[in-house]
């Protein structure tokens, strides 16, 4: 689990968002917001969307949003960066 963690991390750094499936087929998204509201204003953070539902948490870091994933999501059984 550690190593899919690590490889959700270089994605999303790498692209700003990943895209992750569980042992059950249920998709999620993370993604980093960067400019928030109808003025443009910048933002800094990590959303964690759940694809089937739309819910989503937001995070004030990327270590804290993969925290959550580890100890929330189950198995990642693939990463669809």
């Given at each position: 689990?550690?190593n899919k963690i ?9 692209k ?9 087929n249920?998709?999620?998204s993370?993604?980093?917001w960067?400019?928030?509201?109808v ?7 990590w959303?964690?969307?759940d ?6 948490r937001?995070?004030a870091?990327?270590e804290e949003a993969?925290a959550?994933?580890e100890?929330n ?8 960066g």
């Amino acid at each position: 689990m550690k190593n899919k963690i690590e490889s959700i991390k270089n994605v999303a750094r790498s692209k700003t968002w990943v895209s992750f499936v569980n042992e059950n087929n249920e998709p999620y998204s993370l993604l980093h917001w960067s400019v928030g509201g109808v003025n443009s204003d910048p933002k800094d953070s990590w959303l964690v969307q759940d694809e089937m539902t739309f819910e989503t948490r937001e995070f004030a870091t990327l270590e804290e949003a993969t925290a959550w994933i580890e100890e929330n999501v189950g198995i990642i059984l693939d990463i669809l960066g």
